[in-house]
């Protein structure tokens, strides 16, 4: 057992101020170090001096790390580089105990013991960090090179047939959701007789004015108004549990979008097109100024009709068109208002949106089972780990696995 720090040598990258030349190193940085590896044809060139290239160059065996951000702790392991150098935001190991294995080590950093370390570690800027010193205290247990030769094998092997199954119950959890959304279109787009075409303002009910929420909710307040925000649009349907409160007060201005229950919500900020229900037990709650409750008039559209019609490639097309801004993405109400709905006539619609209730049923519990699988496999993964850095791994066990 050692700390990191004493069996490599650790280093911070090379800070460069988005420089970057036609020729040179390949400059590597946090967001070139995706999931399946690095494509280094993607990786800009760098300009740098030949001493700060000799200091910063990566070669096989360096592990990099992000040091901060959404990806902190996520590391890579460098086999076969082009030349190239890493960025300040990327954290160089470098073994230099010639009893310890790049590989085995670089298989010690997908541990949950590691990443619990990293959790607790981190610390600093609202966006988290974890720096060198606290890499270089973290402790690795190793055996012998010949042993870490056979785990590193056997994890290789198992890993390879583990990321198939991953990839394969990936691709089948798309597969259902795509083809649930084919079926929508299909649907939607076999337009027969009776359909009509009218803007969503004039199927809105009368007393639906297509209006934002409240603007500035204020803070917390126990047992206060509940209040639906853009981060809450999560499920098909929104319910009272986890949502924010605040003084009711502060809704005085805003009845036009006090809630009945049953309304679609739809976001216009942010996240534009997406879209929930709400239960019936949010009637008298509020909204934010990110979404805008939908009611229709009962003789033109349905409800559970009209969730389909706005989740449609036809609306959210519409949406996309009309949705504007850089930092915050947003719709403004006339273009809402102006959304064209193309619809058939309400019994037509209750059967439409019968047959799409089935069949998203059907859809959810397929992508329930390959959730699962996911899971599973990232359990099984998590066990072998263990068991190889814990001295009980053998291949019998995990073939078995």
């Not at 036609?22 to 170090?33: A, H, K, N, W």
């Not at 809704?251 to 309304?263: F, P, S, V």
Request: proline letters at 4%; one cysteine or more.
């Amino acid at each position: 057992m050692k700390q990191l720090g004493r069996v490599s040598a650790i280093k911070y990258g090379f800070t460069e101020k988005a420089r970057h030349a036609p020729v040179g190193p390949r400059f590597l940085r946090i967001t070139d170090i995706q999931d399946s590896g690095v494509d280094w044809s993607t990786v800009p060139y760098c300009p740098i001096s030949e001493p700060d290239k000799r200091q910063f160059r990566l070669k096989s065996g360096d592990i990099v790390f992000a040091r901060t951000g959404a990806t902190t702790g996520k590391s890579f392991l460098i086999i076969d580089p082009p030349d190239a150098v890493f960025a300040s935001y990327l954290i160089r190991l470098r073994i230099s105990e010639d009893r310890l294995l790049p590989e085995f080590v670089s298989y010690y950093f997908q541990t949950k013991k590691y990443w619990d370390a990293i959790s607790g570690g981190i610390a600093g800027s609202a966006q988290g960090g974890f720096n060198a010193s606290k890499l270089a205290e973290l402790e690795i247990a190793f055996p012998t090179r010949t042993e870490q030769r056979r785990i590193v094998a056997i994890l290789d092997e198992a890993f390879a047939g583990l990321e198939a199954m991953r990839a394969n119950a990936e691709k089948n959890l798309q597969n259902a959701s795509d083809l649930f959304d084919s079926c929508l279109q299909s649907v939607l787009t076999q337009r027969g007789k009776g359909w009509k075409q009218k803007t969503l303002e004039e199927v809105a009910d009368a007393d639906c004015t297509l209006s934002y929420g409240i603007v500035q909710p204020g803070s917390e307040v126990p047992k206060g108004l509940p209040i639906v925000r853009p981060t809450d649009l999560t499920t098909k349907v929104v319910r009272l549990d986890g949502l924010k409160r605040i003084d009711p007060n502060l809704a005085q201005g805003y009845t036009r979008t006090t809630l009945k229950g049953g309304e679609l919500l739809l976001c216009v900020r942010g996240s534009t097109g997406v879209l929930s229900i709400a239960a019936p037990e949010l009637a008298g709650a509020n909204v934010t100024r990110g979404i805008v409750p939908i009611r229709f008039h009962a003789n033109e559209l349905a409800s559970d009709f009209g969730y389909y019609l706005i989740r449609s490639d036809e609306v959210q097309n519409q949406i996309r068109e009309k949705t504007y801004g850089a930092a915050l993405m947003q719709i403004n109400i006339r273009d809402l208002r102006n959304l064209t709905l193309t619809f058939p006539p309400l019994k037509e619609q209750r059967a439409i949106a019968i047959k799409l209730d089935a069949l998203a049923s059907e859809t959810q519990s397929l992508e329930s089972i390959y959730s699962q699988k996911l899971a599973a496999i990232a359990e099984l993964k998590q066990s072998i780990l263990q068991k190889a850095f814990s001295g009980q791994l053998t291949s019998s066990e995990t073939i078995a696995a």
